[in-house]
């Protein structure tokens, strides 16, 4: 949680990459994040989008619902869509904190979109991405450009899966059984 904070509030990048497995806990991380930087900035509008398989079909399926392009169809060549998405989310220029979860399922405009919201550092950024995934260039280039900060999001080591596992059922716990079938992976406690 320190680093991402860290990351936020560095002038020199526009925010941080969350990279990990699934069920590691990016989307928690990402969403305490931004309650903390909330908090801190009241001010600051904080906006979620998600990328979707189904999603990756669809122009801008991510921000369908924070755009106010009516018709992506008649807005023209990409260039002037990107645009035209770009200045209807920061058009108001209040500060903003966009969390993209999932971008390693965005749509290619939704993707190019985040960097340019990066590279143009209108909006500061925390940006979720399943490790070992094929991610969209504009999505890995946000921390190979230095754009992001990449922060690797760890499963949990065995003492921090027993104290989790004991929390969760009040008592003291053997977790060693545990934590080498589920190698500390929080999603994978649930069950």
Do not use: C
Not at 52 to 64: D, E, I
Not at 94 to 123: I, K, N, P, W
């Amino acid at each position: 949680m320190q680093r991402v904070a860290a990351a936020l509030d560095d002038p020199a990048t526009s925010g941080v990459v969350l990279v990990g497995a699934d069920g590691v806990g990016k989307t928690l991380l990402a969403r305490a994040a931004a309650e903390t930087f909330a908090a801190g900035k009241p001010s600051t509008a904080v906006r979620w989008v998600a990328g979707t398989a189904p999603g990756r079909t669809v122009p801008f399926g991510a921000f369908r619902g924070l755009l106010e392009i009516t018709d992506v169809a008649d807005t023209g060549r990409p260039a002037e869509l990107l645009r035209a998405a770009h200045d209807s989310l920061t058009g108001d220029g209040g500060e903003q904190l966009f969390v993209v979860d999932d971008a390693h399922q965005l749509d290619h405009l939704s993707a190019t979109l985040v960097y340019q919201l990066a590279l143009s550092r209108s909006a500061r950024l925390i940006v979720t991405v399943r490790a070992d995934t094929e991610l969209p260039d504009a999505v890995a280039a946000l921390s190979t450009d230095g754009l992001l900060a990449a922060v690797e999001v760890q499963p949990l080591d065995e003492s921090a899966t027993a104290a989790l596992l004991e929390s969760a059922v009040d008592a003291a716990l053997d977790a060693t059984e545990v934590f080498r079938r589920t190698q500390g992976n929080p999603l994978h406690l649930r069950h």
